[in-house]
């Protein structure tokens, strides 16, 4: 029948339908930010429920009521698979306008020509206040003179400790040196053969991270007065006395003193150890009073920080989260907007208090939701120290993570693992 | 002066038709399946055949991804054959295949075999021992690490009961590797038994009852009878579960991050490291070359071992 389709006609059209289609799929441009008709895109790893209520219900409706016509999609996601996510989204021209990174990523993102430099903006603008941001939290951000983010949080580390267990030891104040450190730590150990019941001091959890063991190494090493790369980052400083004293006496803890052990004690869930009354003492942020808050509150008036201890210096690390304005966004001025909004006091203090975050600026030191405690972490601040300014630190962590390793395990003597490391780590250097 | 063309046959032919020569054409079914096929084929190029020839020309450049490929020669594999850590994790792949292949494939086999017997509750225990393929790598290894875990682990506190000391299961380089071929065999036994009932549901019935009546014992039966008649499938089975393991990553991911000593980092967490951690993108892609080239190498020799040999 005429205008009838027959089914050899029909599969030819399906068919040749749908390679036109797929050409056309391939031919498609990938979408690049679009800041400029004030669609916003912002990428959040710092996920918590608490942060996505704080900013699906107040900071961007905020933003969109000053900003008439604007709207954010915000792209939830978490550390795990964050530095995949935004890899291959620099690769694919698919960036979000606006994203958050960690603490390593500033010298990264201006190596990459990732970030846009915000100086210019940051000049011009009367009304931003930069100068509310630590000296430290400034130059952390400011690459070879280009401010490439703005930071958001900073995760300061302090000695947190249980108080009734020190108590019952017999000490009624907490250690501001290494020796009276190790003396606490000796006294609060409670072993059964083998097994720890109680850590002295925790070093590590036993989770298979092998970032777990030099993130609080590098803080001993900063105690000791140590350096991790020389000042001008083109030589690893491991090898140097003063780092080793830092690995020698860790490894003390661990082997000659007992006090902790290694692999250390695993957290329970969310609990972590000391919150769990499982150690007596734990370098750690603020993070601490949160979840001590959440899920053990009744060891809030038991856990305490106290300011950072004296080995050779008083001094603790500090990592800086910060936003970064894509390099790709379409209209940097407008994504710039969009940062400077989230960053500025009001709304840095309903981020900040939503997760407990340590804020970077000094007019939030008195917020409402600061408690006493967290005062004590912020007075940690002055004795910080940040990464240094290496973009490829992640790959110069990894010999770090191998050699402790064997160092805390006995297998090594500390003198030939800080050789190796340093030997391994300058061998990545001489190759970039 | 005129020049008279001389005339060929085919001029001299009736003038072709071609629009009816097209219609045809288009009409034919060897046209229209060459249209459907055209859409399979350009992806299959674009998603997989592409990125095999890219990677291999990746290989030998340096990319960092902000900066166009440039030609570094062989570095890339010299790097492979004497870095210390991607040597070693080319010993912990194979260790890992060695250890996780023959077990996990035997396993599945007897596990297949004793599930195709008419037995009460047949059906629920073949979804029991697949329900570990539908689960998510994630899901299972948050699982696994519970019942791993040295203070608060299920494995632990069993061993516990009848006086063995807890283990460090996933911290211990002792002991690392030999937990993750556990996690990966209880992972891979539903699928592998599957394949396995199919194959055997394909032996003709026939041949069991001759050696029976032969007084072959049901041992008899499984390794002589049985077991050559599934030869090819054993050889599928190996071979993908060879695969398998050569690419388990969100295992590793999960649950050692290729620690401790690097006793658990594989070929295919060295290869993640250098592009994702470090952007050497030169790096990942020579060592994903040479795990092809083992792979290749792998399957060649359970070709060989395992082949039907009155086929071959």
Known sequence: ?432 | MSVALKRSPLTDSAPVDWRQRIYQVMNSQAFVALLFLLLPVALLAALKIWPVFYNLYLSFTRYELFEPPRFYGLKNYSYVFTNSTVRQSIFNTLLFTIEAVPIGTALALVIAKLLNQSIRGRVFLRTLYYLPVVSSVVVSAMIWRWIYSPQHGLLNHLLGTVGIPPQNWLNDPNLALISLVIVTIWGSIGSNMVIFLAGLQDIPRDIIEAARVDGANALQNFLLITVPLLRPVILFVVVTFTISIFRNFGLIFMLTQGGPFNRTNTMVWEVYQNVFGYLRFGRGAAISVVMLLIVLVLTMISFRVLRDRQGA
């Open chain 1, 1 to 432: 029948m005429a205008g009838k389709l027959s089914r050899r006609d029909f599969l030819r059209i399906a068919a040749a339908s749908s390679t036109v289609a797929s050409v056309a799929l391939i031919g498609v441009r990938p979408i690049a930010a679009q800041a400029d008709a004030g669609q916003f895109s912002l990428a959040m790893v710092d996920w918590s429920d608490p942060v996505q209520t704080a900013f699906e219900e107040t900071i961007i409706p905020r933003f969109m009521e000053e900003n008439p016509g604007a709207s954010v999609t915000v792209n939830w996601t978490n550390w795990g698979r964050y530095n995949e996510e935004m890899t291959t989204a620099f690769a694919s021209g698919v960036t979000p306008d606006v994203f958050q990174g960690g603490a390593v990523w500033a010298p990264q993102m201006a190596r990459r020509n990732w970030a846009v430099p915000l100086n210019d903006f940051i000049n011009a603008d009367e009304e931003w206040d930069w100068d509310d941001f630590p000296a430290g939290l400034q130059a952390d951000v400011t690459i070879r003179g280009n401010i490439v983010a703005v930071p958001y949080r900073q995760d300061l580390r302090t000695l947190w400790y249980n108080k009734e267990m020190l108590a019952e030891a017999g000490f009624d104040d907490p250690p501001t040196t290494w020796d009276e450190f190790l003396a606490v730590a000796q006294a609060t150990t409670v072993r059964d053969g083998d097994a720890f019941d109680v850590e002295g001091y925790h070093f590590s959890d036993a989770s298979g991270n092998w970032q777990r063991d030099w993130q609080p190494f590098l803080m001993w090493v900063h105690m000791a007065d140590g350096q991790f790369l020389s000042d001008d980052l083109t030589a690893c400083a491991l090898d140097q006395p003063k780092a080793l004293e830092a690995l020698e006496f860790l490894v003390a803890l661990v082997q000659e003193h007992e006090v902790t052990s290694y692999p250390g004690l695993d957290p329970q869930g969310d609990l972590n150890v000391l919150a769990g009354r499982n150690a007596a003492m734990q370098l750690s942020s603020a993070d601490m009073e949160r979840v001590i808050n959440l899920y053990a509150p009744d060891e809030q008036e038991t856990i305490y920080p106290t300011l950072p201890l004296t080995g050779n210096v008083q001094a603790t690390h500090s990592w800086v989260n910060k936003f970064f304005v894509s390099s790709q966004t379409s209209d940097a001025a407008a994504s710039w907007g969009l940062l400077r909004f989230m960053t500025r006091q009001d709304m840095l203090e309903v981020y900040s208090a939503s997760n407990n975050n340590t804020p970077p600026r000094l007019s939030l030191l008195d917020a409402e939701y600061m408690s006493e405690k967290h005062k004590i972490v912020l007075e940690s601040a002055v004795y910080a120290r940040t990464f240094p300014q290496h973009h490829n630190l992640i790959a110069l962590f990894r010999p770090i993570a191998a050699e402790l390793e064997q160092a805390l395990s006995g297998i090594k003597a500390p003198a030939d693992a800080l050789a190796d490391a340093t030997s391994a780590i300058n061998e990545i250097l001489a190759d970039e």
